[in-house]
Structure formats: C-alpha cells, structure tokens
C-alpha cells in the first residue's frame, strides 16, 4: 500500500490503483484512476491538486445532500448513485463477510452500467485522472473499482487485495486523527469493525459473477460497454501492450 497510498488528512482511504497488473506484462498506468472516500468542503482542494479531472460520486442523492464536497475539487462530478442491500447489515454492530457479499451482490445491476462508464472513460485523456468514491471509499467504491478492474485483465487476488487495503488504512486511524465527516459519530472501534472486511468477500463475488457470466467484462458488456471500447481502454491504459 506504502507505493499506492496518497495521504490527505482526513481522507484516510486515497489511493491509486495504478501499479495492478494486467492480463500480460502491461501494469496500469500510474495517476489515471484514484479511488477513497467523498471529501468534504475541507478536503476537497487536497484532492483537487492530485488533478482529478473527473469524479465518480457513488452516493446517493441524500448524501450528497447532507454531505458536499466533491465540487470544490474543480473537477466534472459524474452523480451515480449505487446502492446494494443493507438489511442484513444496518443496525448491525457485528455484520458478517457474508452480509456484505449479499450487499455487495445486490448492487450489481447499478454498478454494473458504472463500472462500463468508467472503463470508456479512461480511454479518454481528457477525463482523467479519475476519482471513484462514496461515503467510506469501500463497499460501493470497492465493488465498482473490482469490476473496472477485473473487466481490463487485473487479476482476481490482486483485486481482492487491494479491496482489502481499505480496512489497513481504517485500523491506522488514531485517536484525534481527522477523517470523514459521515464517520466521525462512530467510535473508532466502530470503524474499524465497519470497513474489515477480508479480502475473501472481494474474490467471492468476482468469482459469483464469472460463474454467472463467464467474466466480469461479459456482466459489463450487458450493461453497455462496447468489446472495442475495452479493448481501446486496455490499450491506452497500460504502460505495456497486453496480451489478451
């Protein structure tokens, strides 16, 4: 994490996610795709001096609401608003892997079409580099990161990995350290149960979704991404040619 991490205070889950490697011996390209938590008012003009060019709010739209923050990065704010199945996990003080793979699973059919935006997007020089965040950087964030991911060649584990990252970044929060306002009611025991989810929950619903479709880029290509446009992004956003 120590290479990828970008710290801004308060916004302790930045990181970029350039470094993964392909399907070949291409890696992704370094400060092109940026994933973490929305940031507030005050961490805003942090991240807008990464050079983000485009973000990708995965909230919903009463969180935007009660929450702004990612229109004072300067950049083009895309709402895309996902939202999977929290009953099982709500009111929960304890959820289970298995109660976030169920909301994991539930959110697909709206982060599906995202994730197909997303892997257009990085084709285009003019849009990145690109920000992907909801309120914590991680379940909304980690399931529409896999996919984009997995859908250009990354491998399963090293997918899983990096989704795992967000619960290292959480359990080094100390006493005092600035972080998110929407966290900042919870103790930070309560974060830390929140967001340390293994990275076993991430390789489960990958391999749920290659069992039903064959690959995560067929699941995205029924929800509108062209085979050509992937192929044109793969290209673009890869050091290296790689190898399909």
Known sequence: ????????????????????RGAGRGYLRRGILVRGPAPSPETAPALGNLGIRTVIDLRLDDERRLYQGPECTGATVLPRPVAGDMSRIRGNLRPLPSDYLANYRGMLARAAPVAAEIVG???????????????????????????????????????????ALTARAYRALRSGDPRPNWTRTDTLAQLRLRTS?????????IAG???????????????????????????SAFTHPVHL
């Open 121 to 163: 997007l990085l084709a285009d020089e003019a849009k990145v580099p690109l920000y992907i965040c909801c309120a914590m950087g991680k379940d909304r964030t980690g399931v529409v990161s896999a996919l984009v991911l997995r859908a250009l060649g990354v491998r399963t584990a090293d997918v899983a990995r990096d989704y």
């Open 209 to 235: 979704i290659e069992a039903d479709h064959g690959s995560v880029a067929r699941l995205l290509i029924l929800h509108g991404l062209q085979e050509e446009t992937r192929l044109r992004t793969i290209a």
């Open 197 to 205: 989810t293994p990275e076993a929950t991430m390789r489960a619903l």
């Open 1 to 20: 994490m120590s290479t990828r991490k970008i710290t801004i205070p308060g916004l302790p889950n930045v990181r970029d996610l350039g470094g993964l």
